[in-house]
Every structure is written in structure tokens, then in C-alpha cells.
């Protein structure tokens, strides 16, 4: 019978543990990799508004019944009231144009869509705690008086594909991106199906429906 040599039988224990180190090495890498990139997915899947943390702010918030909106809200969620409450010819566009850019795979969510006046209020008074004055909340957050998601007349598109989506062809629905600071707030434009989308605001404040 053949022995193998103790020398043997130590470099093979070490090859099976270098082994084991370096599979270890590669498992930990491939992990790593695939996180990093499901985070940069997630990252560039939606965009941030600044008046998203005034949304999830629970502390003394409004409800639904205001128009507060959980996530995975889409336009075709008649019984959200934000989405309910909002113009019918604005929902009819919006529904149109999602049907469409279901085609390519974009679903339009609704960040948020018709507000009460209270909740309106509410997300201003928040705003101007936040940017530390009324005259830099007044960029994107308006008064009840002058805000058109009171009014029923405006929304916030979620997710970086629909927006992109809609900067696109929204016109051809008369959806139309109303200030350059905020790409998600869209309103409906009917002259814009013919022509173009009017100029954009630099923000809120340049707006005169805001100077009532």
C-alpha cells in the first residue's frame, strides 16, 4: 500500500483552503457588484422633489382624504380622491397618455395630485420651515388661494421614466411641464396638441396666477 507523503498531504490542504479563500473572494465581489447595481437602479427609477419629505413627514399630516398619497398611486386610481378629485379633462389626458406609454413599459404614478386646502397649507407651512423663509417655499410650494392642485388643475408625476416619458410626448396630450425647477408637475394645455407647450417658469414665483 502507497502512503502519501505528510508533505504531500500538507500542500494539498493548502491548495483546498487557498481555494476556498479565493471562491469566498469572488462570491463576496459578485454580491457586491450586483448590489451596487440594484441601488443605482433604484436610484435613477424615481426623482426626488423637495416636497417629498414634506409628504412623508407623518408627524400631524393630513390624510387621504386631503389628498395625501401612498406610494404605487397611479392615474387610473379613481378611488384616491387626489386622483379623483382632480379635472376630468386632466385625468382623461393623463389615462390617454399612460395607455400609450404603457407601450414602452412606463407607468405614470401620482406623487401628488389634487390637495385640500388644509393640506395645502400644511405642506407651506412645512415648506417655509424647511427653506427657512416664505419667499424661498414660495418656489415650490404655493398658497391655498393659488395652488393649482387645489384647485384640481395640476399633478406630480413619480418615477424618472414617466417623466422623461411625458417631456416627450406630453404635448401630444397637451400635458405640459409648467416650471423648469420642477419636472414632475405637469398641467393640461389643450392648445399645446396643435402647437407647443407654452414657455416654461423658472419657478413658481414667476407665475402670475401665484401674485393673486
Not at 450586483?34 to 423637495?50: D, E, F, H, R
Not at 395630485?113 to 405642506?123: I, V
Request: with cysteine; proline share 5%; aromatic share 8%.
Amino acid at each position: 500500500m502507497t502512503r502519501t507523503p505528510p508533505s504531500a498531504r500538507i500542500a494539498a490542504r493548502r491548495i483546498r483552503r487557498l481555494l476556498a479563500i479565493g471562491l469566498t473572494v469572488v462570491i463576496a465581489a459578485i454580491t457586491a457588484a450586483i448590489g451596487y447595481q440594484l441601488l443605482k437602479s433604484s436610484a435613477s427609477s424615481s426623482v426626488t422633489s423637495p416636497l417629498q419629505s414634506l409628504r412623508t413627514d407623518k408627524r400631524g399630516a393630513l390624510g387621504e382624504a386631503d389628498g395625501a398619497v401612498r406610494d404605487g398611486v397611479t392615474v387610473f386610481d379613481d378611488e384616491i380622491p387626489a386622483v379623483a378629485n382632480l379635472d376630468p379633462d386632466l385625468v382623461k389626458a393623463l389615462r390617454q397618455a399612460a395607455t400609450y406609454a404603457a407601450d414602452d413599459n412606463v407607468e405614470f404614478y401620482v406623487n401628488s395630485g389634487w390637495r385640500s386646502p388644509e393640506y395645502q397649507n400644511q405642506l407651506l407651512r412645512k415648506a417655509v420651515a424647511k427653506y427657512g423663509s416664505e419667499e424661498e417655499a414660495a418656489r415650490w410650494v404655493a398658497t391655498a388661494a393659488t395652488s393649482p392642485h387645489v384647485s384640481g388643475d395640476a399633478v406630480d408625476i413619480g418615477r424618472s421614466q414617466a417623466i422623461a416619458w411625458l417631456s416627450r410626448h406630453g404635448a401630444a396630450y397637451g400635458l405640459c411641464q409648467i416650471y423648469k425647477n420642477e419636472p414632475w408637475h405637469y398641467e393640461l394645455r389643450p392648445e399645446a396638441t396643435d402647437r407647443r407647450c407654452p414657455r416654461m417658469y423658472a419657478d413658481a414665483t414667476q407665475d402670475p396666477r401665484m401674485q393673486q
